[in-house]
Each structure stands twice: as structure tokens, then as C-alpha cells.
């Protein structure tokens, strides 16, 4: 019991405080900025600018926002579910479980109360330009990232005998 207990400490804390951190990027940038509005923080590569995002990932799935919730509502449910067959014990599969929950609850938050995602980090070169994003983005790519290379790690240990 003791165990359980610490094991949801250990993942809710983090994730609630990455949820606030999110939720207060997106306030200031709601609140200081008006849409469309682009501020340069390093001229020529990185800019604040306030985008709303109506769709998933670089504006995929544009106008299904129902859609978005629901699904991110059952991948919570998955997550939670199996999130030791998933993930494992090791660090880099508890800290992806974070990142994952953080930045999926933080973007869903958005899209319940505002109907739309915030984003803001722009970052461009010259003319190529990356879509932007915002916090909870940088947590769910992060955390798929951490989860693949433990994923690679595991199957490397399991050809050598390890695993």
C-alpha cells in the first residue's frame, strides 16, 4: 500500500506541476498578447507568437475537436491503465508516463475550456519555419522520445542476453 501510495506521488507531482506550468505559459501569452501577435525572443530563429490551434498536431485534424477530446480521453485511460506493461519501472519509462500525462491533460484542458489549444514557441530559420507549439507539446514529444529510446534499450538487452 505504502508502495502505491508513493508510486502515485511520484508521478502525479510532477505531472500536476508540469500541467501548471503549461497552463501558465498559455495564460500569459492569452493575457499579454493579441492573436497572431509574434514577438522575437532571438531575432531570426526564435519568436513568441499566439496561435490558436483548433486541430492536433500542426493543425491536423482541424474542426474535430470532439474527436481530440475523446481520444484524449481514452489515451489517459490506456496510459493509466497500462502503465507498467507500457512503460516498465526504469526511469526513462517513468518520466515518459509523466511527460505523456502532463502534456496530453494539458492541451485537453485547452480544448475543453477554450476549444482550442494554445501555442506559442515559433521557431524559424530564415524561411523555413516549425510549426508552433506550446509546453504541453514539448512534454508529449519529449516523453514519445524517452519511451522509444528505453524501448530500444530494453530490446538491445533482451539480444544480449540481458533482458
Known amino acids: 500500500m505504502k508502495k502505491n501510495i508513493l508510486s502515485i506521488f511520484f508521478h502525479l507531482v510532477p505531472s500536476f506541476l508540469l500541467i501548471a506550468l503549461d497552463q501558465a505559459a498559455k495564460y500569459v501569452v492569452r493575457t499579454n498578447f493579441a492573436l497572431h ?7 531570426g530563429f526564435f519568436s513568441l507568437t499566439y496561435v490558436q490551434n483548433r486541430g492536433a498536431a500542426w493543425g491536423v485534424l482541424s474542426g474535430w475537436g470532439l474527436l481530440l477530446v475523446a481520444l484524449a480521453v481514452v ?7 497500462y502503465r507498467r506493461t507500457i512503460f ?3 526511469a526513462f519509462g517513468r518520466i515518459s508516463f509523466v511527460l505523456l500525462i502532463a502534456g496530453i491533460i494539458g492541451n485537453l484542458i485547452d480544448r475543453v475550456v477554450l476549444g482550442h489549444v494554445v501555442d506559442f514557441l515559433d521557431f524559424h530559420v530564415g524561411q523555413s519555419h516549425f510549426p508552433a507549439f506550446n509546453v504541453a507539446d514539448s512534454c508529449i514529444c519529449v516523453g514519445v522520445g524517452l519511451y522509444m529510446i528505453s ?3 530494453v530490446e ?5 542476453g540481458k533482458g
Request: proline share 4%; hydrophobic share 40%; charged share 30%.
Open 151 to 153: 524501448s530500444f534499450r
Open 37 to 43: 501577435e509574434s514577438r522575437p525572443v532571438i531575432s
Open 88 to 90: 516498465g519501472d526504469g
Open 75 to 81: 489515451m489517459l485511460a490506456v496510459l493509466a491503465r
Open 156 to 160: 538491445g538487452q533482451k539480444a544480449k
